[in-house]
């Protein structure tokens, strides 16, 4: 399967984020996508956060409430191992280019998503390859629903 992506998410900030069929990709992320704390999130190296469709019925099967959007992602991916990614990692989504800068650090506003709102399921130095990744943009454009994804050499 030629990984792609599964959904895009935005919100006028906060949880969860809602699907968009496309969005336009700029240097501080999706344009309509807001943070409720512009502290911890957002800015030029965290203007997106992704995560997997397979990471999320992995916990599903685990009995969490989690759902595409629902953990903050902005783009949900599909496969993609993204166990094997890092920082430091290039992904061309469509027309569009971005470096992964960091395992994004859950914190209490997804705990809804986690049985007895443990969201440290996610966190990356206890479950590598179960946390969501942060990215900066390197060339913007619009996303789309479906749009493949390749990482780059």
Known sequence: MQARVHRINVSGGGVPKRAVAEGVLGELGIAGDDH???????GPDRALC??????????????????????????????LDTARLKPGDRLAIGETEIELTSHATPC?????SFIDGGFSR?????????????????????????DPIQVLE
């Open 108 to 112: 209490r506003t997804i705990r809804e």
């Open 122 to 146: 996610v966190l990356h130095t206890p479950h590598p390859g179960d946390s969501r990744l942060y990215a900066r943009v390197l060339r913007g454009g619009t996303l789309r629903q479906g």
């Open 50 to 79: 992704l995560y997997s469709i397979e990471r999320i019925r992995v916990l599903q099967a685990e009995g969490h409430p989690v759902a595409p959007g629902s953990m903050g992602e902005n783009i949900t991916i599909e496969g």
């Open 36 to 42: 409720d704390d512009k502290v911890d999130h957002g």
